[in-house]
Each structure stands twice: as C-alpha cells, then as structure tokens.
T-cell receptor, first 118, second 114 residues
Framework: AQKVTQAQTEISVVEKEDVTLDCVYETRDTTYYLFWYKQPPSGELVFLIRRNSFDEQNEISGRYSWNFQKSTSSFNFTITASQVVDSAVYFC???????????????FGEGTQLTVNP | EAQVTQNPRYLITVTGKKLTVTCSQN?????MSWYRQDPGLGLRQIYYSMNVEVTDKGDVPEGYKVSRKEKRNFPLILESPSPNQTSLYFCASSFRGGRYNEQFFGPGTRLTVL
C-alpha cells in the first residue's frame, strides 16, 4: 500500500523568508512518480511538479525547488523568498508507474497550509 | 481547450435528497476518478473508472455510486446524502499509460449536506 505523510499541518512565515515543506512517502513499487500540487484559497488544484523515482536530480523553477532523496523516501519542497501569493495549501502525492491500474490514482498527503504574512 | 468540467460547483442540500455531480472531460482519457478532500485528510479516492462500463472502488466508496456509460462522462451519485459527506469533491482524468501518469483535475464541487 502507498502512503504519503506531510507532518506539517500549518506553517506561518513572514514575507521573504525561505520555507520548506516536508513530504515523506511509502511504497513497495520500485518505480513511481511524485507530485506537488498547490491549492490557493479559490480551491482549484494547481500542478507544480512531477518527478520520476529513477531521477534523483533536484529541480529548481524560479523561487521553487524540490529535493528528492530516495534513500530517505522524501520529496521536500522549498520556496525561496516567500511572497503573500504563495499562501495556499500544498499537497504532495504519489502514483505507481506501472501495472494495470497505474495512472488511475494518486495517493495524497494530508496537505500543509502555508500562510505568508506581509 | 482541454479541460475537466464539474457541475454544480457549489451545492447545499438536505439529508436524504438524492443528488448527482456531473463530470465531463474532452481529452478522450480512458481513466477517470473521483476524490473527496477533507481537512487534515488530504484527497482520498472514492471511485475510479478505467474505461466505459469499467468502474472500481477507491479508498472511501461507501455512500457513493458512479457510472461510466460514455467515455467523456463520469457522474458521482449520492443516493441518500448524509452530513458526513459534506466535502470538496474533485473529478480527475488521465490517459492510460500516459506520460508520468499525469492527472487532470476539475475545478471542484463544494457540497454541504444539512
């Protein structure tokens, strides 16, 4: 069975601070995909990134960066120089890569509410 | 424009009054799913469908029904809604064998059962 844990329920920072959102996962699959989604106050889910389990390179996109460590089953998300518009709920998710039902579901973490104060 | 649509976006109803939330996608995706989102629990899959007339239970199917008579549509049916089904619901679709298993989400339906 797959499981994703986001232990930080809520994080509050002041604008321009760096903040890291933690994600730890469990899976028996050797190949899988990891995702991060953002849910702003308007409620829709915004796709941020996906990562293959066989690609452990870290990724940077503007102020966002992701640290994937297979050895610790973690896929952490860092926002550098946070802004008020980053305030949202962030979800980490996991998907199996192969198999008859691969692609039919995502296993989500509990979500982390990030509040960036001016 | 490629998209997943859900209707209604907001719904307030009373216990026991049957309702249907529609979901439609225009991307010819084989897979479709329903999730519910609750505080502290993240999103949990209710039902999924791998193709027309093929559906299966997800993690929290109790109290829900689905059908997949056409490839593009995957309605969620609550035959006798109860207050514990008050939640934010998302429909999603994806290609079978799609690159990275990317799922496309609808905008969400906020349901309140009084």
């Amino acid at each position: 069975a797959q499981k994703v844990t986001q232990a930080q329920t809520e994080i509050s920072v002041v604008e321009k601070e760096d903040v890291t959102l933690d994600c730890v996962y469990e899976t028996r699959d050797t190949t899988y995909y990891l995702f991060w989604y953002k849910q702003p106050p308007s409620g829709e889910l915004v796709f941020l990134i996906r990562r293959n389990s066989f690609d452990e390179q870290n990724e940077i996109s503007g102020r966002y960066s992701w640290n994937f460590q297979k050895s610790t089953s973690s896929f952490n998300f860092t926002i550098t120089a946070s802004q008020v518009v980053d305030s949202a709920v962030y979800f980490c998710a996991l998907s199996e890569a192969f198999g008859e039902t691969s692609g039919s579901r995502l296993t989500f973490g509990e979500g982390t509410q990030l509040t960036v104060n001016p | 424009e490629a998209q997943v649509t859900q209707n209604p976006r907001y719904l307030i109803t009373v216990t026991g009054k049957k309702l249907t939330v529609t979901c439609s996608q225009n991307m010819n995706h084989e897979y479709m799913s329903w999730y519910r989102q609750d505080p502290g629990l993240g999103l949990r899959q209710i039902y999924y469908s791998m193709n027309v007339e093929v559906t299966d239970k997800g993690d929290v199917p109790e109290g829900y029904k689905v059908s997949r008579k056409e490839k593009r549509n995957f309605p969620l049916i609550l035959e006798s809604p109860s207050p514990n089904q008050t939640s934010l619901y998302f429909c999603a679709s994806s290609f079978r064998g799609g690159r990275y298993n990317e799922q496309f989400f609808g905008p969400g339906t906020r349901l309140t059962v009084l």
